[in-house]
């Protein structure tokens, strides 16, 4: 157990500055993300361009892995697409659930500094809230299109 | 400091000797020694425990009350024995008066479903505080929904304290019962149940106390309190988990309906009529937890022979020292902080999630529960999401307090304070 490897100074920088944090208006869609068992909230706004992410801002409260995890996302998404972003989640996950996967810098950049989280598994749903609050708001902006 | 913590906490309490009786402390955490302050969520066995259950599974288990073979009557006994042993510990008046249950939870939830939903409806109340755990708020929000009745809730104070004249405010004859911990396991107060009784069955309410945070720490006699049920689990005596008890006084017991249908809480079933056991077993369908109610009595011969009185003095220079010790901790802050407080100790650290203190702590080996500890409400109250809860049991140590401290410094150092 490392806790160097958990908190490495890319988390604890992002925990105490977090980027792209506050209300997003207008915004074309927003989701609520909420984790019961540890309190951890966070709503997730998002400007969109097609199915292109133009800007994406974040506001809640939560433990260092929750809010960083969040931080480095917002950063990592905007001006990707949604198949893009989909494909980059999956990376992540691998990268938080599996201590052998190796954080590839070339293609994660920043958000590999999560890497450390997969060696503390009751951790890893802090890492995950804003990504499944990303994909709810994706998929609201999707059915609210449709609606139409 | 720590020096001046140990001396006072050595003096009529040999810790380290009770810690002996405790195999699981001697393992190892993160490759430090366990420093296990985690006992309000669930305390250690000792060994007069483990082996209890042990005796019991290999020479005397079969269904109790069932068979007329030797080894059903050994269960039955031992079975048996353990709630005359709970009786003694409650000073009870009768073994009738002792429900065994899964734990608190289950004790309350049996109250609601059974002389809640029998005798309850529309116009009557219901009183708790704000203090309570989710397990003496849900169980009277379903009674409500299902009976119509409605619930009260006393406030607490910024110490964490109830507001004891906002209670007695709020009692009425429309109360029915009252329903209050007896100590708070997110904050550790200590509840003045005894004034709250008084004033309750002026009103003519009945009073259940949800003991599950105080008969690990100090005598508890029902006569002397008077109180109509009192609830507590197993686990967090140094006894199993799966087991717990609802005392009940007989008269209340005796009126009210089973709750729950089967064998065990049957007296003769035909498809016209079925007629019902007597008390206790009309509330135990099913078999029970045979050898928990055992592990249990062996719980409460542990604790009674080191003595109640004995544990909670030493656990109350344990608290003493915490606090003064956390609270020179830059950017600590006490969640919690009323004049009657027992072995639970939450805090706050600036900057630093609760959370991200529990697992740094975890990497030292010092084990603390972090979260809403199952009292949304008191976290609302405080507009924290959570805090850091360090609880002590007969079996901590100053060294268990200094291991805290020194981890929580090293938390700030992290986090940057």
């Known amino acids: 157990m490392n806790l160097q490897d958990l908190y490495r100074d890319v988390i604890l920088d992002h925990n105490r500055q977090p980027r792209n944090f506050g209300p997003l208006q207008p915004a074309d869609a927003h989701a609520e993300g909420h984790n019961p068992l540890c309190g951890d909230r966070l709503t997730v706004w998002l400007r969109l361009d097609g199915d292109r992410i133009a800007d994406i801002r974040f506001e809640g409260q939560g433990c260092a892995i929750s809010t960083a995890s969040a931080s480095l996302m917002t950063e990592a998404v905007k001006g990707k697409d949604k198949a893009a972003v989909q494909a980059l989640y999956e990376r992540i996950h691998a990268l938080l659930t599996d201590p052998h996967a190796q954080a590839d810098a070339a293609t994660l950049g920043k958000l590999a500094a999560l890497g450390g989280v997969s060696e503390f598994p009751a951790r890893v749903k802090c890492a995950t809230l804003c990504w499944h609050t990303l994909n709810a708001a994706l998929e609201h902006s999707a059915d609210a299109v449709s609606t139409e | 400091m720590a020096a001046n913590c140990a001396e006072t906490v050595r003096q009529g309490f040999d810790a380290e000797r009770v810690r002996a009786d405790f195999p ?37 288990h079969a269904n109790v009350h ?8 050994a269960a039955t006994d031992a079975f048996e024995g353990a709630r005359e042993r709970t009786r003694r510990f409650l000073n009870a008046r009768s073994p009738r008066e002792i429900v ?39 169980p009277w929000q379903m ?25 007695l405010g709020l009692l009425s004859a429309r109360t029915r019962l009252v329903a209050v911990a007896h100590v708070s396991n997110a904050l550790g107060t200590v509840v003045p149940i005894e004034r709250i009784i008084q004033a309750a069955h002026a009103c003519g309410a009945l009073v259940l106390i949800d003991g599950a945070q105080a008969v690990a720490h100090a005598p508890v006699d029902v006569q002397a309190l008077g109180c109509d049920f009192y609830a507590f689990s197993g686990h967090k005596l140094y006894g199993p988990t799966g087991i717990g008890v609802l005392y009940g006084r007989e008269e209340l017991l005796a009126e009210m309906p089973p709750w729950q249908g089967g064998g065990e809480m049957i007296r003769t079933v035909s498809f016209e009529r079925t ?30 022979r080191l003595g109640l009185d004995a544990i909670a003095a030493h656990e109350q220079s344990l608290l003493a020292a915490a606090t003064t010790a956390l609270e020179r901790v830059p950017g600590i802050e006490i969640i919690g902080t009323a004049a009657h407080k027992a072995a639970v100790l939450s805090f706050t650290l600036r900057g630093c999630h609760p959370h991200d203190l ?11 529960r972090t979260g809403h500890h199952c009292a949304m409400p008191v976290m609302t109250f405080f507009d924290i999401p959570a805090t850091a809860r360090a609880s002590f049991a007969c079996y901590n140590t100053a060294a268990d307090v200094a291991a805290l401290v020194a981890a929580v410094r090293t938390a700030g150092e992290v986090f940057g304070q």
């Open chain 2, 275 to 304: 007629t019902y056991n007597e008390l206790p077993w009309k509330f135990e369908a099913g078999t029970p937890n045979i050898s928990g109610a055992v592990g249990l009595g062996a719980a409460m011969d542990y604790v009674e």
């Open chain 2, 24 to 60: 699981i402390l001697a393992r190892a955490i993160n490759g430090r020694p366990l420093v296990y302050l985690d006992s309000a969520a669930s305390g250690q066995r000792p060994l007069a425990v483990l082996r209890a259950v042990e005796h019991y599974e290999t020479h005397c």
């Open chain 2, 143 to 167: 009674l409500c929904e299902q009976t119509g009745c409605t619930l009260k809730v006393a406030p607490i104070n910024r110490r964490g304290e109830i507001e004891l004249d906002r209670l």
């Open chain 2, 100 to 138: 065994f249950v899964r734990g608190a939870t289950e004790g309350i939830n049996l109250v609601a479903q059974s002389f809640g939903r029998s005798r309850l409806g529309k116009g009557d109340e219901i009183l708790i505080s704000a203090l309570e755990h989710h397990a003496n708020i849900v």
């Open chain 2, 66 to 73: 069932r068979g007329v073979h030797a080894l059903s009557q």
């Open chain 2, 358 to 368: 529990g697992t740094i702590l975890d990497s030292q080996g010092v084990a603390i």
